[in-house]
């Protein structure tokens, strides 16, 4: 286990259909975070979890995601009638806990939405 | 809410140049410090950080200090190669609580030989 993993790398979907992304984080790791990144933007925060447990969502996550982490292993991100709006990148990454813990990112999948 | 603010790229500098990208934090607590850089076609990597006032962080000939007096964590490197071009991102992250990272837009920097 070298790193973060994310599945698929290229995701091409027709607008209005449903996708799901997978990331695989650092085995000792216990937070896994979902970022959002556009063209020349920096990484935004969609969702976090320590464990199993999702403490935190963004208000950029609409009802049309959702997030699951079963038994605080892989993570999964999950959108729902995709639109136009929502070809991005999407980042996962994983840290210990701990005052100034660097995360690691996984590769990304990059959505789009035709 | 907390926030970072980058110089706005890109930025092109000749081989051996001098490299500083500015950063500005916005928090309301005492946050860690972080430069990420994301090279073409590769995941973003940990380049240094720093988690309190005054600490310099140190990376590849890559350095940062934290400036709580002026909410500054500034990039710099004292001679480029055409290999460190990439998009280079600042970070916060609040030291109490389960918080997530907060980037600033990046900035691209293109080095020619």
């Known amino acids: 286990d070298t790193g973060v993993s994310q599945d698929p790398r290229h995701k091409i979907t027709k607008r209005g259909q449903n996708v799901t992304f997978r990331c695989d984080p650092i085995s000792e790791h216990n937070r896994l975070y979902w970022y959002r990144q556009t063209l020349g933007q920096g990484p935004e925060f969609l969702t976090y979890?320590?464990?199993?447990?999702?403490?935190?969502k963004s208000r950029l996550l609409s009802d049309r995601f959702s997030a699951e982490r079963p038994k605080g292993s892989f993570s999964t991100l999950e959108i729902q009638r995709t639109e136009q709006g929502d070809s991005a990148m999407y980042l996962c990454a994983t840290s210990w806990d701990g005052t100034g813990a660097e995360a690691f990112f996984g590769q990304g999948t990059r959505l789009t939405v035709v | 809410g907390n926030s970072v603010t980058q110089m706005e790229g890109p930025v092109t500098l000749s081989e051996e140049a001098f490299l500083t990208i500015n950063c500005t934090y916005t928090?309301?607590?005492?946050?860690?410090l972080f430069w990420y850089v994301q090279y073409p076609g590769e995941g973003l990597q940990l380049l240094l950080k720093a988690t309190k006032a005054d600490d310099k962080g140190s990376n590849k000939g890559f350095e940062a200090t934290y400036r709580k007096e002026t909410t500054s964590f500034h990039l710099e490197k004292g001679s480029v190669q055409v290999s460190d071009s990439a998009v280079y991102f600042c970070?916060?992250?609040?030291?109490?609580?389960?918080?997530?990272?907060?980037f600033g837009k990046g900035t691209r920097l293109s080095v020619i030989a």
């Open positions: 970070a916060l992250r609040m030291s109490s609580g389960n918080t997530p990272l907060v």
């Open positions: 928090a309301t607590g005492y946050p860690s």
């Open positions: 979890f320590q464990n199993e447990a999702q403490l935190e």
